[in-house]
């Protein structure tokens, strides 16, 4: 026969111990164990895990400073550029608002019989003003037409003529030519 085996419990069990309210409190201590190890993992990384954020924060914000650091040496630039944008734009609305002296003169070249010559051409922004000499009548006539029909030109004006003396054989004359857009 098997002997029995005896069981030695220098440590005698209290009542309450035995009880309903004995073995739950019982196993509340070894869960409570449990709940306490698991609570402290979760401290532990939450806390590890700020270390991590507080390294990710100060990287951003040096990395903000350097990149605010690089806009504000632009700004300085984009002033110039600004103020530069606003100069050409001024420049472009005289150079659209001014007279164009030289198409004028270019235009007036174009329209010139070969036996005329001019003793003043006035130019402003509203008309141009032609005083000279031409050697034939059919030069003047060429003039005036040319001058009629010039895309530059809107209205031609012989204001003043005079024919031709024994000393010189040319017609003195006095045009006003109005200026197209003014």
Do not use: C
């Amino acid at each position: 026969m098997t002997a029995r085996s005896n069981e030695i419990n220098l440590l005698p069990k209290d009542k309450w111990e035995i009880g309903t309210i004995g073995k739950l409190l019982g196993w509340a201590l070894k869960v409570g164990r449990y709940v306490v190890v698991f609570t402290e993992l979760v401290v532990i990384s939450a806390f590890l895990f700020r270390f991590g954020l507080d390294r990710r924060l100060t990287d951003l914000n040096e990395e903000m400073k350097q990149k605010q650091a690089i806009v504000n040496s632009y700004g300085d630039f984009e002033e110039k550029f600004r103020r530069l944008q606003l100069q050409l734009k001024s420049i472009k609305e005289v150079e659209e608002d001014s007279l164009r002296a030289d198409q004028v003169l270019t235009n007036i070249s174009q329209i010139t019989p070969l036996d005329t010559v001019y003793s003043s051409i006035d130019i402003n922004e509203e008309e141009v003003s032609l005083e000279g000499q031409t050697f034939s009548e059919v030069g003047l006539a060429t003039l005036l037409a040319k001058a009629q029909t010039s895309d530059i030109f809107t209205g031609v004006v012989l204001e003043n003529i005079s024919s031709a003396t024994d000393k010189s054989q040319a017609i003195d004359f006095h045009m006003v030519l109005a200026l197209v857009g003014k």
